[in-house]
């Protein structure tokens, strides 16, 4: 329009300059077509929190069948106001169809499109709930073979709370949306099956059980929610572990029976896998550390459990200095930690290790940590203090990684971590929830379960009252044209003077 005008007011304008014109036009056209087919979007946000990460652009690409994801959530939310969540899909889902050949997406409002959400959602046997807040379906194949799975807005963003949310609307504090859309793509495509098996009656915490430091229940759901199935091991069966794919022992208080170490140790021989989380269990009175049993199969795969306490100076917020501690460095090069290298890891009443091949550091203390050898004195409440002759000096490995016959095997000298009160996902006390899920992932060598974290989303809102906003409004009104207008009638005056 520029270019047009500025032939329309040449006054030596000529043919040339219209066909100029013309071809100019023709080439902005060619332009915007190529723009549209093979633009990008970008993320100029300082965390790239829309950013895809690597990994989860190679599962997109890798995808081994075609995806119809259904996203039925309404566009407004409290009130009349925008639903935030809905803007952050769109987000998201465009650079997952750009990364993902085989996933389809389709996006239906649920106010204008009543009858075929409701009939979409009352495939998946779901009801009137789900269309109110909001729902994603995700679908897999046809006839015998589909798969369906779906998604809530709880399992995808965290909302902020607080009075400012009352003035500003609702806001979204953490997306989880990738690492829970992705958990549900493999899902429905792949169609293995991982069975997780978990000892239970050694003085394990239940995995039923809600109880913040005596439960597992938030381990189980997060092994669940990754699209693993978990049953409790039974160790006396005749079958023993057969159909396992992976044997979970966490926080044994005893030894167990010879019998069931037998038939752990056959599981393992016939290359089966094993998670360990078993830390320093102090008995009262008592100078040693209660044994679990299975140190001397842990000993064949390069990782020897000491009778010594590890403590590091390293503080974790509200609990025992030294016995409770944090750690941010020390993480080993492997690919069970490669995305957790800088993030913090908090580890309770840790066993000493040490470790010979074929075995690999995954995690160990800062040089300032040391085993301590007077274990009678933490029951006694006295802080360690640390002596050259029985206390060995850091940095000591606390967790450790180790493959032997087609076998793999992980060591973590400490299982309080993994209690209820430490997986709480409303609370971000540190990164042992993707420990586990990293551990997990490559013990079933299932790269898709290394955790892909929430992001914590960055806003800037400005929210104006009503006479704020008022102001404002007769300021663009009749400030600006006002402004132009009073600015002509200056340039008039001064011209005729």
């Known amino acids: 329009l520029l270019a ?40 100029w946000t300082s965390g790239h929190v829309y950013t895809l990460s690597d990994r989860a652009r190679e599962l997109l690409q890798r995808l081994p069948a075609t995806i119809d994801l259904s996203v039925i959530v309404p566009a407004t939310i409290g009130g009349g106001r925008p639903n935030p969540l809905l803007a952050e899909l769109r987000e998201v889902l465009a650079r997952m169809a750009a990364a993902a050949p085989n ?10 499109d ?3 959400a409701q009939a979409a959602i009352a495939e998946f046997g779901l009801g009137g709930r789900e269309l109110a807040d909001g729902v994603l379906l995700v679908r897999a194949g046809q006839g015998a073979s589909l798969r369906k799975a779906h998604l809530l807005p709880g399992d995808l963003v965290t909302y902020a709370t607080g009075a400012d949310v009352q003035q500003s609307g609702p806001r979204v504090r953490e997306f989880r949306g990738e690492e829970a859309l992705l958990g549900r793509f493999l899902a429905v495509s792949d169609p293995r099956r991982t069975v997780v098996c978990a000892t239970q009656g050694h003085g394990e915490p239940a995995l039923d059980s809600l109880e913040p430091y005596s439960g597992l229940a938030h ?3 997060l092994l669940r929610d990754a699209g693993l199935e978990l049953r409790v091991a039974d160790l006396e069966a005749a079958e023993g572990l057969r159909g396992c794919d992976l044997l979970l022992v966490v926080g044994p208080q005893g030894p167990l029976p010879a019998g069931q170490v037998q038939a752990i140790e056959r599981y393992a ?3 089966g896998d094993l998670l360990l989380l078993s830390g320093a269990v102090i008995l009262r009175g008592k100078r040693q550390l209660a044994a679990h049993g299975l140190e001397g199969l842990t000993a064949r795969y390069g990782v020897r459990f000491g009778e010594r306490v590890v403590v590091d100076p390293s503080p974790m917020a509200g609990a025992t200095p030294f016995l409770a501690f944090t750690l941010r460095e020390g993480w080993g090069d492997h690919p069970a930690t490669a995305s957790l290298v800088g993030q913090p890891i908090s580890l309770l009443q840790v066993r000493e290790l040490s470790l010979s091949a074929p075995a690999t550091t995954l995690l160990q203390t800062t040089e300032q940590g040391f085993a301590e050898a007077e274990v009678a004195g933490f029951g006694r ?21 180790s493959e032997l016959g087609g076998s793999r095997m992980i060591v973590i000298a400490s299982s309080d971590f993994a209690v209820n009160a430490m997986l709480r996902e409303d609370v971000a006390y540190d990164r042992g929830r993707d420990l586990l899920l990293n551990a997990v992932g490559w013990l079933c060598q299932r790269e898709a379960l290394l ?8 806003h800037v809102k400005l929210v104006l009252q009503d006479e704020p906003l008022r102001r404002m409004t007769l300021m663009c009104v009749l400030g600006l044209p006002g402004f132009a207008v009073l600015l002509g009638l200056t340039v008039l005056w001064r011209r005729r003077r």
């Open 451 to 458: 955790g892909l974290r929430p992001r914590p989303r960055e």
């Open 269 to 271: 021989g016939e290359g």
């Open 219 to 221: 381990l189980r759901d």
């Open 103 to 112: 996933l389809r997406i389709r996006f239906v409002d649920p106010d204008r």
């Open 4 to 43: 047009a005008t500025v032939v329309a007011l040449n006054p030596r304008r000529r043919r040339e300059h219209g066909a100029q014109l013309v071809l100019l036009a023709v080439l902005l056209g060619h332009l915007t077509a190529f723009a549209g087919r093979h633009g990008e979007r970008g993320d």
């Open 381 to 401: 409440g006295e802080l360690p203090e640390q002596e050259p002759g029985p206390d060995a000096p850091g940095p000591l490995p606390v967790a450790a990684a």
């Open 114 to 116: 009543h009858a075929q």
